[in-house]
């Protein structure tokens, strides 16, 4: 089986870290993975060993309409059995419009949660043979949008546990963000902007440190609101607490550290860096919204609260804080959830089940 999949992001976020998953996986299942990215991008650089063959034609989003007929030439020349679609920005629909016209077998993974029209999805989804959701929160929302249950297959994203189970080097973090031994650090891990909800946190923080005066805030990622975040953060006298740390290729070094990981975010389709934490056996405060109550169980790995809910917020990163105990068996029980239920293992053959489903 030949499969061509599309990767149109850049950095390697969630999305494009879980494609290398799964053409690892897919590559020692004896699939032939061909690989369409843009050029310069992360996941054409970290593929080379899982991959046939890799393309890197001009990607220009979603009005680039030159990318079907771009498409449409690799399919001629590959003559894959299945075309993957993986990203939304520029190969959602140009790569199913692509698809559809070279009769080539096409699959969509749907990783956000954000609603279209009805009569937007009624056109759209008519492009793919099947939907494959990384939540059952996504799927939910695309039945309502009216495409059919036989056509939705919900597999999760996956998580290499092992990677985030390394001990902490508090020399390390210490080092790169001035902490000491005394501080309770917080994590955020979610791009700048507004959908993840930075904000409310922000808005939340101030009576937390007013208790735990200790108390330091990563903020880790990148994104269009640094400008916004950082004066919102000054504005509200939270200088002194917070760091904005940017995008970092060391999470796994980071992540094992944090005595918490707060994502406040008003819609997310899984949340990978939820997993990541889970697996550090950090415990979680997280929205419930999309598919983070599907990875976070209140008062198992961690706290659910309702999406933009400063109050909720507050009292539970304080119910959190005020007990050191409490945290650590949330975090050793999202621990043992990771491990049983998103492994790399589960994901590759749940998209290899599909695509065996609309080959038969």
Not at 65 to 75: E, N, S, V
Not at 154 to 159: E, L, P, Y
Not at 191 to 201: A, D, S, T, V
Not at 333 to 348: C, H, T
């Amino acid at each position: 089986m030949k499969v061509l999949h599309v990767e149109t992001g850049m950095n390697l976020y969630g999305g494009a870290k879980q494609v290398q998953y799964l053409l690892q996986g897919l590559q020692e299942r004896g699939i032939e993975n061909v690989l369409v990215s843009p050029r310069g991008s992360e996941i054409a650089k970290l593929a080379g060993n899982y991959i046939k063959r890799g393309y890197t034609p001009p990607m220009r989003g979603d009005l680039d309409l030159g990318f079907i007929f771009r498409l449409r030439q690799i399919l001629k020349q590959e003559r894959p059995d299945i075309l993957h679609l993986h990203s939304r920005r520029g190969a959602d629909t140009l790569g199913g419009i692509a698809g559809r016209l070279s009769a080539v077998q096409t699959i969509l993974t749907r990783r956000v949660d954000n609603p279209e029209s009805r009569f937007i999805a009624a056109i759209k989804y008519r492009l793919y043979d099947h939907v494959i959701t990384i939540s059952e929160g996504i799927r939910q929302v695309l039945l309502h949008e009216g495409v059919s249950a036989e056509r939705l297959t919900c597999v999760h994203s996956a998580v290499d546990t092992h990677v985030w189970q390394a001990p902490c080097n508090r020399q390390t973090i210490g080092d790169a963000f001035g902490l000491h031994e005394h501080h309770i650090v917080i994590g955020v891990i979610a791009q700048l902007i507004e959908r993840k909800g930075h904000r409310y946190l922000l808005e939340a923080l101030p009576a937390v440190v007013a208790q735990h005066p200790n108390l330091k805030l990563l903020i880790l990622g990148k994104g269009p609101l640094e400008s916004a975040i950082h004066e919102q953060i000054v504005s509200l006298g939270l200088a002194e607490y917070v760091i904005l740390a940017g995008f970092r290729e060391d999470l796994e070094s980071i992540i094992p550290c944090l005595d918490l990981v707060v994502h406040p975010a008003l819609m997310e389709g899984l949340g990978v860096s939820l997993l990541q934490a889970a697996s550090a056996g950090k415990p979680i405060i997280a929205s419930r919204a999309g598919g983070m109550p599907e990875v976070v169980r209140d008062a198992e790995n961690g706290l659910l609260v309702p999406p933009a809910d400063v109050m909720a917020l507050q009292q539970a990163m304080l119910h959190l804080l005020n007990d050191a105990g409490y945290r650590r068996r949330l975090g050793e029980q999202g621990r043992a959830f990771m491990a049983s239920a998103f492994s790399i293992d589960a994901m590759v053959e749940g998209n290899l089940a599909v695509y065996q489903s609309i080959l038969a």
